[in-house]
């Protein structure tokens, strides 16, 4: 599974490294916004905490960027909602694959 190489998943606790909505979401940033401190700042795994709010208040985002950034928040938990519709129609394609392999993860399917 490619999850497994990713820097941030190492640095999770025991107890969150099997979770899926974890996983799904560092493999998403990982991919999408390697080392781009506009994303990383606001992971903390420390306090199982991922703050998407803060991360789209503060950001620079191009619309791709911020649409993706929405549709991990949907990943990550039920408080964030996306439409599929408009992801699929609006996602550039490279994003929209990524998506599609995050959802694989959070599904325990990768």
């Known amino acids: ?7 941030a ?8 490294q099997g ?9 998403l940033l990982e991919e999408a916004f390697p080392d781009d401190p506009r994303v990383r700042r606001h992971v903390d795994a420390k306090r199982w905490s991922i703050f998407f709010d803060r991360m789209l208040e503060v950001g620079s985002f191009s619309t ?4 993706l950034l929405v549709a991990a928040a949907a990943l990550f ?3 964030h909602t996306v439409s599929l519709w408009d ?19 959070l599904r325990g399917e990768a």
Request: charged content about 35%.
């Open 87 to 105: 992801l699929a129609k609006t996602l550039p394609d490279k994003h929209w694959g990524l998506f599609i392999e995050a959802v694989d993860i």
């Open 64 to 67: 791709g960027e911020r649409r």
């Open 19 to 27: 979770d899926t909505a974890w996983r799904a979401v560092l493999y």
């Open 77 to 79: 938990d039920a408080e």
């Open 9 to 16: 998943l190492r640095q999770l606790p025991r107890e969150l």
């Open 1 to 7: 599974m490619k999850c497994n190489r990713f820097r």
